[in-house]
């Protein structure tokens, strides 16, 4: 919802500060809150000790990509075009391939590393979802991504308001 006063802005239907805020407020989440929230998010769902330890190194990569991004987007410049389909953001990312990689690794990781078997089959989607995006486009990544995210998202509560009863014994795997 936050990026389609972005698009808004770009096209001349909002305010140029409406689509700024809307830039930095998107770029926000999208950049500096998801790479630490998705890894401590599946940290936390954990029952085990072990299993938490084996999650909280995607926490520090996710932290060190958001403050790596975030540090990027205050020295800017933060720009958005309109691309065909997407948004094309830029911050000015220099070593973008390594800390874009660090955001990866810290968001499908964490979830490939869960002792639970439905967060490891969301963590290969995305895993799919993100080569896929990135054969599609490198500029609108981010916008696409998490229009994925989105749509992703739900599917989980379908799956959580629809999806079968709590098993017994949910805890798929142990490490």
């Known amino acids: 919802m936050i990026e389609s006063l972005v698009w808004w802005q770009l ?5 140029p500060e409406v689509g700024r805020a809307a830039t930095w ?20 769902l ?9 999650i909280a190194p995607f926490v520090l990569l996710g932290t060190a990509a958001a403050v790596v991004l ?4 205050l020295h800017g410049p933060v720009t958005v075009r309109l691309g065909s389909y997407h948004l094309g953001y830029s911050i000015g990312l220099h070593y973008g391939v390594l800390v874009v990689g660090l955001y990866v690794l810290a968001t ?18 995305n895993v799919v979802a993100v080569i896929t995006l990135a054969r599609l486009t490198a500029d609108g ?34 490490l």
Request: hydrophobic content about 50%; overall charge positive; aromatic content about 12%.
């Open 11 to 15: 096209r001349g239907d909002v305010p």
């Open 25 to 44: 407020l998107y770029l926000l989440i999208a950049l500096v809150v998801v790479p630490v929230l998705v890894p401590v998010a599946v940290m936390m």
């Open 46 to 54: 954990e029952p085990t000790r072990r299993r938490r330890l084996a």
């Open 70 to 73: 975030f540090v990027t987007m």
């Open 108 to 125: 499908c990781g964490s979830l490939l590393m869960s002792g639970y078997r439905d967060i490891v089959i969301f963590g290969l989607a």
């Open 141 to 174: 990544f981010t916008s696409l991504w998490c229009f994925y995210a989105a749509l992703a998202c739900g599917a989980i509560c379908l799956h959580m308001r629809y999806g079968k009863p709590h098993r017994a014994h949910p805890y798929a795997f142990e």
